[in-house]
């Protein structure tokens, strides 16, 4: 699947389109699986005994980037489903393409129809999934992932199956995260050699190193020197906003924490302030990027990164060293002898670098209420958990398109072709059960993203993955959804970016009035809600 994206922007007419589902209950009556008997509740056949091939339809992203001669429902992988699951299991695989960039909206639209939503629906946002859940438009798959999904169980785990769990019961089939880890960082190791500088090593050694940065110019940019890459995507603002944070008891990071869109937030954590105080004093001295606040899309940071005007930055996991970026190597091109090594050096006051992680779901898989085919959708979810099945999806055919080395990672063979290549172009999209490779350990996992890449930059890419993987914390799992974060969601995370902003360029002397009122904004905005409900629903948990 992709890589991981800033700020994912949940659709403005959300609300109105989710309370449209609640009609779903109404026009399914009895319609879903039994899961008991394992027989549709309008008197359908169940998946094992069907007489006549029934049909189970399947959303799918539509990227716009197939192959020539393929489509995202008639390719590789579509026709190995066919043949390994839907001919033995009397079973029509039919594949429903909704647009990437406009999954919500167009999910939207296919639970609202009712009969014509497909049987398998997916969702990346929180959120979303709870309210069709609350709504009543899912199938409950308790006792039916208990009957037909052992494979399925087993290979995502009970941790990862808590997330698609509402009120107790089994509403989503979460995708399970081949890798937890988000963030790493980055120094100019050129520059500190130059300057006789040892790797810092907490968060004050990178002040005096990046004040060095500034004062020396050891890159000789003329005066265009940037100490800190900085943007207002996650990737930057995280590890150092994080890194502030104090230790807090369970009840603090479940009341104060607010989830806005896809993240946590840490805008009412003790800390937070002291974090905007540090950038404030970075960029005062001008030792971070001038314009980061208008950088949302990291165009400008990779530009000033591969010019070599940057010492030092945060960034997701290996994109620096990512093939498809080209960042190290345009840098190199740029400026010969450059080398940007992975660091950790944002400390906590317990000394630890801190950052978060993800949660160990990706997608959230659903199956409507309406849908007369959970057994097949369930049965073609437990199929694909089937290690040879998921592997092959995955991986494609030993031989054609990857060898095993030595440690029974698959290597992709250096004269595969370009035709072999395209039978996996949308390989993350089918095999849905699973965000990233899954090769049976978390090693193997982060050593199939290194094996993936440039050989010249494979050992900085295993480090960056360590380094991600390091010192994490997960975000704080919600019972059920909470009702203002869904309807301040979209308000509340642009205002947590423009206080970010505003309180780092102010003038040192207006900070505190400056942070005050952007906060009290804030609260008035949506953030108070939030915060009763979570401190409400905490009380409820206990």
Request: hydrophobic share 35%; aromatic share 8%.
């Amino acid at each position: 699947m992709g890589r991981k994206m800033f700020g994912k922007k949940m659709a403005s007419t959300l609300l109105a389109a989710l309370t449209a589902i609640g009609f779903l209950a109404g026009c399914s009556g009895n319609g879903g699986k039994d899961a008991a008997t394992g027989t549709s509740g309008n008197g359908g056949s169940s998946a094992g005994a069907a007489k006549e091939a029934v049909t189970l339809k399947v959303e799918v992203f539509e990227r716009g980037n197939s192959p020539a001669g393929m489509s995202v429902t008639n390719n590789y992988l579509t026709k190995f489903v066919q043949d390994h699951f839907g001919k033995p299991n009397n079973i029509n695989v039919e594949y429903v393409p909704v647009p990437r960039s406009e999954e919500v909206e167009k999910l939207n639209v296919l639970m609202a129809s009712g009969g014509d939503v497909p049987d398998i629906v997916f969702t990346y946002d929180q959120n979303v999934f709870y309210r069709y859940a609350q709504q009543g438009g899912l199938t409950d798959l308790t006792e039916l992932l208990d009957q037909q999904g052992t494979n399925l169980k087993k290979f995502l785990g009970e941790d990862t199956l808590a997330y698609g769990k509402f009120e107790g019961k089994q509403f989503a089939i979460p995708a399970k995260r081949a890798n937890l880890g988000k963030y790493a960082s980055a120094i100019r190791q050129d520059w500190l050699d130059k300057l006789g500088l040892p790797v810092p090593k907490t968060t004050e050694e990178l002040y005096n190193t990046l004040k060095a940065f500034k004062e020396k110019d050891p890159g000789g940019t003329g005066g265009k020197v940037i100490p800190l890459g900085m943007t207002i995507a996650p990737a930057q603002i995280d590890p150092l906003v994080w890194s502030f944070i104090q230790p807090t008891t369970d009840e603090q990071k479940f009341t104060l924490t607010q989830r806005l869109g896809s993240n946590d937030y840490p805008i009412l954590l003790p800390g937070f302030k002291d974090a905007l105080q540090f950038m404030n004093k970075l960029y005062n001295e001008g030792l971070m990027s001038k314009d980061f606040g208008l950088d949302k899309d990291k165009k400008q940071l990779y530009q000033d990164v591969s010019n070599g005007k940057v010492g030092f930055l945060s960034e997701d996991d290996t994109n620096l060293y990512d093939d498809g970026n080209k960042i190290s190597s345009t840098l190199e091109q740029n400026v010969p002898g450059a080398n940007l090594k992975p660091v950790d050096v944002y400390t906590n006051s317990e000394g630890k670098h801190a950052k978060p992680r993800y949660a160990p779901n990706g997608m959230y898989i659903m199956i409507p209420k309406s849908s007369e085919r959970a057994a097949e959708a369930i049965k073609y979810l437990d199929w694909m958990a089937i290690p040879d099945n998921l592997f092959h999806m995955q991986n494609g055919v030993e031989g054609e398109n990857y060898t095993l080395n030595e440690n029974g990672v698959p290597v992709a063979p250096a004269n595969v072709t370009e035709e072999t290549k395209n039978r996996l172009y949308n390989s993350g999209d089918m095999a849905i059960i699973s965000n990233g490779q899954q090769l049976g350990s978390d090693d193997k996992n982060r050593e199939a993203t290194v094996q993936a890449m440039s050989p010249k930059y494979q050992d900085k890419a295993r480090e960056s993955l360590k380094i991600s993987n390091s010192d994490t914390f997960p975000p704080v799992l919600l019972s059920k959804p909470i009702e203002a974060q869904t309807k301040y969601g979209t308000t509340l995370q642009d205002k947590y970016f423009e206080i970010i902003v505003k309180t780092t360029m102010v003038k040192p002397d207006k900070f505190e009035s400056t942070y005050e009122s952007m906060m009290k904004d804030y609260m008035a905005s949506g953030g108070q809600a939030i915060l009763d409900e979570r401190t409400a629903l905490y009380k409820e948990s206990k």
